[in-house]
Nanobody, 123 residues
Framework: QVQVVESGGGSVQAGGSLSVSCAVS????????MNWYRQTPGKEREFVSS???????TYAESGQGRFTISQDNAKNMVHLQMNTLKPEDTAMYFCMAAQRPTVVRNCPYRNYWGQGTQVTVSS
């Protein structure tokens, strides 16, 4: 069973920076696409950014140019650096490991979610 644990986050004023991290334990030899999502009360969880095992990245328009996702494969960690934060970035941020098969291993498609970490941006 893959476990995902977020850390970081906190409170900052608008224009400031924060970083959230995600540690993934019990990694298998499957391929993982690491994702960050966020959610505010009463709203659906929305995609923020992702990074594939080959290092390719994707960002939601809301974070383009302000957020940077990176991964440390040696430590099985993923980081999301958030700069020029806005009050509308306030949310619970969730890390999700999307398990995918590889050419040599038929891994089942599964998504593993962390418990989330709060990011609050004040105006």
């Amino acid at each position: 069973q893959v476990q995902v644990v977020e850390s970081g986050g906190g409170s900052v004023q608008a224009g400031g920076s924060l970083s959230v991290s995600c540690a993934v334990s019990r990694y298998t030899s499957c391929r993982y696409v690491m994702n960050w999502y966020r959610q505010t009360p009463g709203k659906e969880r929305e995609f923020v950014s992702s990074i594939d095992s080959d290092g390719s990245t994707t960002y939601a328009e809301s974070g383009q140019g302000r957020f940077t996702i990176s991964q440390d494969n040696a430590k099985n960690m993923v980081h999301l650096q958030m700069n020029t934060l806005k009050p509308e970035d306030t949310a619970m941020y969730f890390c999700m490991a999307a398990q995918r098969p590889t050419v040599v291993r038929n891994c089942p498609y599964r998504n593993y979610w962390g418990q989330g970490t709060q990011v609050t941006v004040s105006s």
